[in-house]
């Protein structure tokens, strides 16, 4: 089973920057895609960015230019947020995608896994 805990969260000023970091209980080169999610509250969550195995990117348009996912070799995905406004403020989730069964539910077959979430505030 894999487990996923992000840290890095907190409260910046907007045009402030942060870390985040999501460690992966084994290889996330084992995942076929990694990424990150977001949800504000009383809004839906929603994709922010993510990674293919063999490194391809994709990042939603609110985030281009801003916002920067990478890995480090091992285990740990980051995302690197600079400029930070106030409408990036939300719980950012990390997720795991996996073409084989990474857990059973009710003898189910799960493909995906997801972190705790971090929470990510951006005010004056």
């Known amino acids: 089973q894999v487990q996923l805990v992000e840290s890095g969260g907190g409260v910046v000023q907007p045009g402030g920057s942060l870390r985040l970091s999501c460690q992966a209980s084994?290889?996330?080169?084992?995942?076929?895609?990694m990424a990150w999610y977001r949800q504000a509250p009383g809004k839906e969550r929603e994709l922010v960015t993510s990674?293919?195995?063999?490194?391809?990117t994709n990042y939603a348009d609110s985030v281009k230019g801003r916002f920067t996912i990478s890995r480090n070799t091992a285990n740990t995905m980051y995302l690197h947020m600079n400029n930070l406004k106030p409408e990036d403020t939300a719980v950012y989730y990390c997720?795991?995608?996996?073409?084989?069964?990474?857990?059973?539910?009710?003898?189910?077959?799960?493909?995906?896994?997801w972190g705790q979430g971090t929470q990510v505030t951006v005010s004056s």
């Open positions: 084994r290889s996330i080169f084992s995942a076929s895609v």
């Open positions: 990674i293919t195995r063999g490194g391809v």
């Open positions: 997720n795991y995608v996996s073409s084989q069964p990474v857990n059973y539910v009710n003898s189910q077959p799960v493909y995906d896994v």
